[in-house]
């Protein structure tokens, strides 16, 4: 899914992976028809964001319009707070055995595709971002 031709940018930060897409209603329907049959996933999420998505690592000043986002990390390593451990390897090890993982997916509504013209998979929860 993200070794596509319309991706934009892409990084990692330890556990934690992003991938932007710039694309129209029928490339993001593909997209979302394609991670809502992905399996280990604990639900499958699209958020929706007002403005104009834009890519750019963390350590960037600046970067490049984008319509959408698929953010994914084990699940375990979103859960390292809320683990109990004696020490900093016991609760990564706890973390690391954790199954499943947290893939979502965003999308701004500013940009260049209209909710109205995308097919939501039934198994996709639709959310506005907070």
């Given at each position: 899914m993200?070794?596509a031709?319309?991706?934009?940018?892409?990084?990692?930060v330890?556990a934690?992976?992003?991938?932007?897409f710039?694309?129209n209603?029928?490339?993001?329907t593909t997209?979302?028809?394609?991670y809502?049959?992905?399996?280990?996933?604990?639900?499958h999420?699209?958020?929706?964001?007002?403005?104009?998505?834009?890519?750019k690592?963390?350590?960037d000043?600046?970067g490049?319009a984008?319509?959408?986002k698929?953010?994914?990390?084990?699940?375990?390593w979103l859960?390292?707070?809320t683990?109990?451990?004696?020490?900093?390897?016991?609760?990564?090890?706890?973390?690391a055995?954790?199954p499943?993982?947290?893939?979502e997916?965003?999308?701004?509504?500013?940009?260049?595709?209209?909710?109205?013209?995308?097919?939501?998979?039934q198994?996709?929860?639709?959310?506005?971002?907070?």
């Open positions: 993200v070794n031709t319309n991706r934009v940018h892409g990084f990692f330890n934690e992976d992003v991938f932007f710039s694309g209603a029928s490339n993001f997209f979302l028809t394609d809502s049959q992905m399996s280990g996933v604990e639900k999420r699209l958020i929706l964001h007002d403005g104009i998505g834009e890519a690592s963390p350590w000043k600046t490049r984008c319509d959408w698929f953010y994914g990390c084990p699940k375990g859960n390292l707070a683990l109990k451990g004696t020490n900093f390897i016991e609760v990564m090890q706890k973390a055995k954790e499943g993982y947290v893939l997916v965003h999308l701004w509504t500013g940009g260049r595709i209209a909710l109205d013209q995308v097919i939501v998979p198994n996709v929860e639709v959310a506005k971002d907070k």
